[in-house]
């Protein structure tokens, strides 16, 4: 069953955030993982503060969407974080076919 991580993200500092975006790119194609939202305008319609950038990145698995997590290659990624930007990061598993 499909897996996802969705991210809601401030960024800090824009050099860092497109270091960061492109190496986590690369990372999540290792892993099978495919962008279904990345960044473009979000509106807020019901309730909490306005919406902020918003990534949800699907993958085949929750068991590949951690394994990628916890990977070397995205460790690369995790390293520029830091500076890069803030976030909250959500893992949920998808909903089981009809």
């Not at 306005?50 to 990628?68: C, G, Y």
Request: one cysteine or more; proline letters at 5%.
């Amino acid at each position: 069953m499909a897996a996802y991580v969705i991210s809601e993200v401030e960024v800090r500092d824009l050099d860092s955030m497109e270091r960061y975006r492109n190496c986590a790119a690369r990372s999540i194609a290792l892993y099978g993982g495919r962008y279904l939202v990345r960044g473009g305008p979000a509106e807020t319609v019901e309730g909490g503060p306005p919406a902020k950038t918003l990534i949800i990145v699907e993958f085949p698995s929750m068991a590949r969407l951690r394994e990628w997590y916890a990977s070397a290659e995205y460790a690369v990624a995790l390293n520029e974080r830091w500076n890069a930007l803030d976030r909250r990061l959500i893992f949920v598993e998808g909903a089981a076919p009809a």
